[in-house]
């Protein structure tokens, strides 16, 4: 809004100029949803309060746990409304990347939302059942995969994706795209719903992917760039930057009101809509293969409760007796469990995520 607003000023006032800048409309949408977010967040955390809208801990889990009882939840309308605002103020609305990844995150917002509502505050101990979540979650990645088949931007290659390691190598999936989309962006949204179990730990994580995702765009963007690191250039790809910015600020900015010990928690408006925005810059970015690497945390998480009810299952069919091949999943239960302080466990991962976002991006570089 405000790059249509201010840009045509620059024929009389030449400062506009800087609204021509990825870089500068990036920068100022990331400090924008820092600020958002700090002065929205205690409102939003008040609000919470006052109508008991608390998380219940389930008897289950950790008994260190069981303090956090109360806890304001659903506080990813924080991050949804810190991201939005500056990325409609700030980017080219026109752009079909930008409305892809704005419907993603709203999308999906809305039926964490649901789910939330239906928990919190109906009582409903399941929530939104699960089927209706996947089937949001697949009706999301058929969408995002026909918009993209039919965007001109994507005309050369709208079913390929690039593989990392090898140069100049793009893997064609044919009729197999649209499954690959829905598969992205609906294992993203629930392996960051999965890991979004200790204070600050998503938050950071997501931090640190969109702020990669943020150097990946900007990058794709441009012609020169593109061409001397050997990947796909994408006409408009660096619009997303706005949109990367904003999210790396406002997971900041709610961090400042998750880090340990916690004042509100983000719940599955905010764990499923940042999930399904960080898959779906994968696939509008050509990187849903390199995802693995910079969200590796996060594939980490999802794989342990994979493997810990799979094994489960087969110990109890095989002998009759289900047996757990972690303490808790998922994983960062298992930890906690063996002794690490919550902060630790939140700290060590963190670190994990940093070092696999700063791999991935030698990647370029490395074939």
């Not at 924008?32 to 389930?58: C, D, T």
């Not at 990645?141 to 026909?146: A, K, P």
């Not at 050997?230 to 910015?245: D, R, S, V």
Request: net charge positive.
């Amino acid at each position: 809004m405000l790059y249509y607003l201010l840009s045509p000023l620059k024929e009389s006032y030449s400062i506009f100029n800087l609204f021509e800048y990825i870089t500068f409309r990036a920068a100022t949408a990331a400090i924008a949803a820092l600020i958002i977010s700090f002065i929205i967040g205690p409102w939003v955390i008040h609000i919470l309060h006052k109508n008991r809208i608390g998380e219940e801990i389930r008897p289950t889990g950790p008994e260190s746990h069981m303090k956090k009882r109360g806890t304001p939840t659903m506080g990813g309308v924080i991050i949804l409304m810190a991201v939005l605002l500056p990325t409609l103020l700030f980017s080219k609305l026109n752009s079909p990347l930008i409305q892809i990844i704005v419907f993603a995150t709203v999308w999906m917002g809305i039926f964490g939302f649901m789910d939330d509502y239906l928990k919190v505050i109906k009582k409903m101990k399941r929530g939104l059942i699960a089927r209706y979540k996947m089937a949001g979650q697949i009706a999301l990645g058929s969408i995002v995969s026909l918009w993209i088949l039919n965007t001109p931007e994507f005309s050369e290659f709208n079913t390929k994706t690039t593989m990392p390691f090898l140069k100049n190598v793009e893997l064609d999936l044919g009729l197999l795209y649209p499954l690959m989309v829905i598969l992205v962006i609906t294992g993203t949204s629930n392996a960051v719903n999965l890991t979004d179990g200790l204070d600050g730990l998503a938050a950071g994580l997501l931090a640190i992917c969109f702020t990669v995702f943020a150097a990946i765009a900007y990058i794709s963007g441009r012609v020169d760039f593109s061409d001397y690191l050997n990947i796909i250039y994408i006409p408009g790809a660096g619009e997303l930057t706005i949109f990367t910015a904003a999210m790396a600020g406002a997971c900041i900015g709610y961090l400042w009101f998750n880090t340990s010990p916690a004042e509100v928690f983000m719940g599955d408006t905010g764990s499923l809509s940042t999930g399904a925005a960080l898959g779906t810059l994968a696939v509008l970015l050509k990187k849903e293969l390199l995802l693995f690497i910079i969200g590796g945390v996060f594939v980490w998480e999802a794989l342990s409760v994979i493997l810990q009810v799979s094994y489960f299952r087969w110990t109890k069919t095989s002998t009759g007796e289900g047996k757990r091949y972690l303490k808790m999943a998922p994983i960062h239960h298992h930890f906690e469990l063996a002794g690490w302080p919550e902060s630790k466990v939140v700290v060590r991962f963190w670190i994990i995520g940093l070092l696999l976002a700063l791999f991935s991006l030698t990647t370029f570089k490395i074939r």
